[in-house]
């Protein structure tokens, strides 16, 4: 049943990232085609996730592949909050093309499948893994936005004739969206790393590549609204430094995907 859900979403993402690149050409019908290709294959991997936890023994997405597949939901899901509206539809082409390939990865990982369960407390696992996917959601969508207001900057500073056939929100919306989007989901990775360390501490494990990488992560968004607010950071220096933290959050979601929970 599981597989029978995966090959839906899959296909419905993606169409959508396809779309996503017609509606550069020729905006309009491909636009509307990927918003609705989005809202179905978010539907259908919804429908994935319910039968995973009903069927799990435990935390169904204690793996990476696992929380790689709940990553990419979450990820969607905050994309659709703004993506559905004609002008962000082009942050979709920043979201769905990825999305669906890192829901391919972790289905070939068996992050797709209803067999889950460890030793781990799944309090434990929905606070520290739920509250670190939620924010690292949150950076990625922050990303999308700091990527479309360069694409956005580059193109008025072209003048380019075709910016008006191609709606996109103001340098200035883009800008401010992305602060506020990462001001939300630092304090949801502050938790998920606390949890994290308390039960490090509780259990006498040592501290590895993953555990230090995810603080660093922290350290760069961190400086992020820092410098936001007391330096006045903003515009394309703010948008590189974002896709610098998003590097980092590709970092510990694919180079390290060695995971305490196997």
Not at 111 to 140: D, E, P, R
Request: hydrophobic share 55%; net charge positive; proline share 4%.
């Amino acid at each position: 049943m599981a597989e029978l859900l995966f090959w839906p979403v899959l296909l419905a993402y993606g169409e959508a990232a396809v779309a996503y690149f017609g509606e550069t050409r020729r905006p309009g019908l491909p636009g509307r085609l990927a918003t609705w290709g989005v809202r179905l294959g978010w539907l259908v991997q919804t429908a994935l996730l319910g039968l995973q936890a009903a069927r799990a023994d435990g935390f169904p997405w204690a793996t990476w592949a696992g929380s790689l597949n709940l990553f990419v939901w979450l990820v969607v899901g905050a994309y659709l909050i703004w993506g559905c509206q004609p002008r962000y539809r082009l942050l979709g082409l920043a979201v769905l093309p990825p999305a669906a390939v890192l829901l391919a990865i972790a289905h070939a990982g068996g992050g797709t499948s209803t067999k889950g369960g460890n030793g781990y407390s799944t309090v434990f696992l929905v606070l520290h893994v739920g509250l670190v996917l939620v924010a690292f959601a949150g950076f990625t969508v922050a990303a999308g936005l700091s990527a479309l207001y360069l694409w956005q900057e580059r193109r008025l500073k072209r003048r380019e004739t075709t910016i008006l056939r191609r709606p996109a929100p103001s340098l200035a919306t883009l800008d401010a969206l992305a602060g506020r989007t990462v001001l939300f989901s630092l304090p949801a990775l502050t938790l998920g790393i606390a949890v994290g360390i308390a039960r490090l501490v509780s259990n006498g494990d040592r501290v590895d590549a993953l555990v230090v990488a995810t603080i660093v992560t922290w350290f760069v968004w961190a400086a992020y609204l820092a410098l936001r607010a007391t330096r006045g950071l903003s515009g394309r220096r703010a948008a590189y430094l974002a896709l610098a933290g998003f590097a980092l959050v590709i970092l510990v979601r694919l180079a390290l995907p060695a995971t305490h929970f196997a």
